[in-house]
């Protein structure tokens, strides 16, 4: 296919590639134990994570839900992938010390619910 950049355009869309001026994006290239580990932790805490990309298809997109309200953040297409995962699963990891110090805490506030 090399010189025919009509035909690379159609594999790319085809693929559901995202071809911008800094690259593609392209979630195969992720590192997947780094994308199943976030969805791990997010699971683990009630939450979830959806991957995506942005409209114009430049950047990664994970919707975080979990942690409050849902939102999306996005990372673009040449940036540092294993840095923004490793950000996502600090930040499910921090909820689940949150939901552990919930679960130890007195429901009464008296203590008498506390293991001996």
């Known amino acids: ?5 009509s035909a690379e355009r159609q594999l790319h869309k085809s693929r559901g590639l995202r071809s911008t001026s800094r690259g593609i994006t392209d979630w ?3 590192n997947s134990e780094l994308v199943v580990y976030a969805i791990e932790r997010a699971s683990f805490t009630g939450g979830a994570l959806r991957l995506g990309y ?3 298809g430049g950047a990664y997109a994970i919707g975080i839900y979990g ?3 849902p939102y999306t953040v996005y990372l673009p297409a040449g940036g540092d992938m294993d840095a923004w995962l490793n950000d996502i699963i600090s930040l ?3 909820i689940a010390d949150d939901q552990a110090v919930a679960r ?3 429901k009464n506030g008296s203590g008498d619910d506390l293991p001996v």
């Open 1 to 5: 296919m090399v010189g025919n950049k």
């Open 28 to 30: 195969s290239e992720a």
């Open 54 to 56: 942005s409209r114009d």
């Open 67 to 69: 942690d409050g309200d």
């Open 92 to 94: 499910y990891e921090s």
């Open 104 to 106: 130890r805490s007195p």
